[in-house]
Structures are given as C-alpha cells and as structure tokens.
C-alpha cells in the first residue's frame, strides 16, 4: 500500500525542496496536501478538469460540492473569471492575501468539475508561505479543499491528514499549525446585494465595512452550490458532538442524563471555555481559552484528538453570542447534525 510522502519545512532548504517537489507533481497532473492559514488542502491544478477529479476521487466528495481555486496574486485571480466586479476588487485589497474566498463568475478556464456545473468560482488568495510558493513555482491556481474524506473534519497539521488521506496521495508537505483553524469566510460577488454563503474569521462586520450591504445564504438557494461548506452536516468528528450549556458541575451531569444516550463516562469528552467541570467523573475534559480567534485556531485538533482517544460523544460548552463567534458555531451546528 502506498504511504504518502511527508516533507518538512522548518528550514530554507527544507522549504525549497518543498516547494519544489510539489509544483514536480503538480505539473505532471498528480494531487499533494498543502497548508494553508485555514486549513490543510488537498491541492491539483485547477485549469485541468483530470487532475481536480483526483481531489474528488481521494476524498469521496460528492460531485455536487464545488471546490476553491487558491492563487498567488490578483492578475492569476482575474484569469479565473469571466468578469471580475469592482466589488471584489475592493474585498481583495482590503482582505488579500488571507481567509477570504471571493466567488465571481466562473472563467471558460475553470472546468465545470471544480464548480460543480455552476457558473460561478470562488477564488481565495492564501496568506500562508507555503502555498503562495508553490502555486508561484506552478504558474497556475490550484484547486484544494479541505485535505480529508468528505465529511470529516478538517485537518489543521499534516499528522491529521497522513491519518485521513495517507494511503491515498503521493506527498504532504507539512507547514506545521494551522493558524486560522477554520475554513475561509466566502462571499459571493456575482449576485446584488453580495451573498455571505459560509461564516469564517473575516467576520460580516468587517465585510460590511467595504461592502455596505451584505446578505445571508437562504435555505431557498439554488440546487447547484456556489460554496462548499453549506451542507447540512460537514465538518463533523467520528463521536456524537453536542453543544451544552452549564454553570456548574451538576448541571452539566443533569444535562448529559437527560441526553439518554447510554455512553459510559470514560468515553465522554468535554471541551470548555468558561465553566470548567472537574474530570473525575469523565474521561477527558480540555480548556480552550475563552477568546474566538484562540478558540477555532484549536478546536479542530481538540476533535481530532477526542477520536484519536475513542471518544464517542463530545460535549462542547455552548459558545457566547457575539459576532466572532459565528463561524465556530456554524462549524459547530454542522458537525452535531445527525
């Protein structure tokens, strides 16, 4: 069985050789895992409709689900699109490089494969080194969601994607933490007033700010997704997650009795921010600070590490109302959907 790969890149010359042996692969038509600033990718050239059915192979994405194209600067980010609004003109330079993903009207250079038939692109230009390298030493985009089978959650280190996607694809290159944690914040530009189709870190107040008007993604969209990430059930751990609430010791134990779900107290799991329960009735319980930006950078790798221990429920402390906390709660909503 073959084992990907997995390159390091804590020095210049580990960096370059990197980079390197991603675009050698890249440009033969073969697919690699990539960090982003978001998450890891699972990234191939995004102007061959072969190379990005590989992505759809790997991960057992359903075709319906369209993918991202990551670019290095503005000029390959117009190449992209049949028209690109001076709206998005204005996101970009008030957001790019980082976790923005711009969606326009898709290029004849996109094939149908990447936007699921749709007519419309999301573009996102990265902040992480890594990836602006690689996609500079292929000379074009790069199609890359999320670098794990479809469904499951998000890698944010190369140890969770070799776990997910390692006897499936030929190199990792490993660009350490992520550190955004979630994936991007998309708006889509193509339509008046714009359309926030997923939540992220740029939150819709920042948006605003260069947008002035800016409306949700509605439960009546149309059937052909212009975004990933607007499924009902995404992002989502190997254990039952549930979202409580609690402010002491005993009502969280009242909570979780009236759940009735059997489960042993040695395979529950709690993840906390504010109200912290003693762990002598319970497995695991971890602290995540009470800070959003703190708090989706770990709390990936908080679930990951509650599967890799043989948890079968997570409880996960109910999150504050406040606007940066959205995106997190929309993670958090999709991944306990049954």
Known sequence: ?????ILSTHTPALFDRAVARAAELLRHGDIVALPTET???????AFQAADVEKIFRAKERPASNPLIVHVSDLAMARQCAACWPE????????????????????????????TAGGGTVGVR??????????IRACGFP???????????????????????????????????????GIEST??????????????????????????????????SEGKTLRSPGMLRKHYAPKAKLVTLAWRDE?????????????????????????????????RSVSVIPHDAEAF?????????????????????????????????????????AG
């Open 186 to 219: 998309v708006i889509d530009v193509s339509v008046t007033p714009p359309r926030l189709l997923r939540p992220g870190m740029i939150h819709e107040e920042s948006l605003l700010a260069v947008t002035g008007s800016l409306e949700a993604a509605g439960k």
């Open 87 to 114: 709206l998005a003109d204005k996101l970009a330079a008030a957001f790019w490089p980082g976790p923005l993903t711009i969606v326009v009207p898709r290029s004849d250079r996109i094939p149908e494969v990447v």
């Open 142 to 180: 790069l199609a890359a969601p999320s670098a794990n089978r479809s469904n499951e959650l998000s890698p944010t280190n190369a140890s969770h994607v070799a776990r997910s996607l390692g006897d499936r694809i030929p190199l990792i290159i490993d660009g350490g933490q992520s550190q955004v």
């Open 39 to 45: 998450v890891y990718g699972l990234a191939g050239n």
């Open 250 to 282: 005993a009502e969280l134990q009242s909570s979780l009795g009236r759940l009735r779900l059997n489960i042993p107290p040695e395979q529950i799991f709690v993840i906390a921010h504010t109200h912290i329960p003693l762990a002598a009735t319970l």
């Open 125 to 134: 230009w990265p902040s992480h080194p890594l990836m602006q390298a690689v």
């Open 1 to 5: 069985m073959q084992h990907a790969e």
């Open 296 to 336: 989706a950078r770990a709390l990936y790798a908080e679930l990951h590490r509650c599967d890799e221990s043989g948890a079968r429920l997570i409880v996960v402390e109910s999150l504050p109302a406040g606007p940066e906390w959205r995106a997190i709660a929309d993670r958090l909503h999709r991944a306990s």
